[in-house]
């Protein structure tokens, strides 16, 4: 223990270290802001759904309720899954449950980042903590969609990957 003399006296001080996780939001959004439509993805991208399960495996996932609930095998395997949700009374198998993005982030304070997953409400809540956003961006505008992504121009683009030659282009890019 290091002593510093504050104001002429001798003071023995301990220094706690409080880890903070780096908050990443992950997602596949489309030009017009649209990220789902009933629940579900609006396109399947191999190359997006690879490049999601790399980033996460073997971190803290936190989503809402809807969005875990959409999952057709349950919890996503290899990764801490945490849900939020204002249901007092849910409890699904393999995943931790908390009631607000306070509680969530609480949980993983031991680890070095955490990805945000979805969706549109728990992205809103969670985009003025965000440290980064890594987006697959979709050049198509839906116009069923009605869940979207909230604005994000005041993030700067750190990297931009080229548009890929498959329908509809897409491109992997990273802000913050």
Not at 96 to 119: H, K, M, Q, R, T
Not at 143 to 164: E, K, L, R
Request: charged share 25%.
């Amino acid at each position: 223990m290091q002593k510093y003399d504050f104001f002429g006296k001798n003071h023995s001080i301990a220094y706690i270290c409080i880890m903070k996780p780096r908050i990443n939001i992950i997602a596949a959004v489309c030009s017009n802001g649209a990220i789902g439509r009933n629940g579900e993805l609006l396109f399947r991208i191999s190359e997006d759904l690879k490049r999601f399960k790399s980033l996460t495996m073997g971190r803290p996932i936190i989503m809402g309720r809807k969005t875990f609930e959409s999952f057709p095998k349950g919890p996503l395997p290899g990764r801490r899954n945490i849900v939020i949700t204002r249901r007092k009374d849910y409890a699904p198998e393999g995943a931790e449950v908390v009631g607000s993005p306070e509680e969530a982030l609480n949980l993983c304070n031991d680890s070095e980042e955490v990805f945000i997953i979805g969706g549109a409400e728990i992205y809103r809540e969670f985009m003025p903590l965000a440290d980064a956003l890594l987006l697959t961006e979709i050049d198509a505008a839906p116009t069923d969609a009605d869940a979207f992504f909230p604005d994000f121009a005041t993030m700067h683009i750190d990297s931009a990957g080229p548009w890929s030659d498959t329908t509809p282009p897409y491109r992997f890019v990273n802000y913050s």
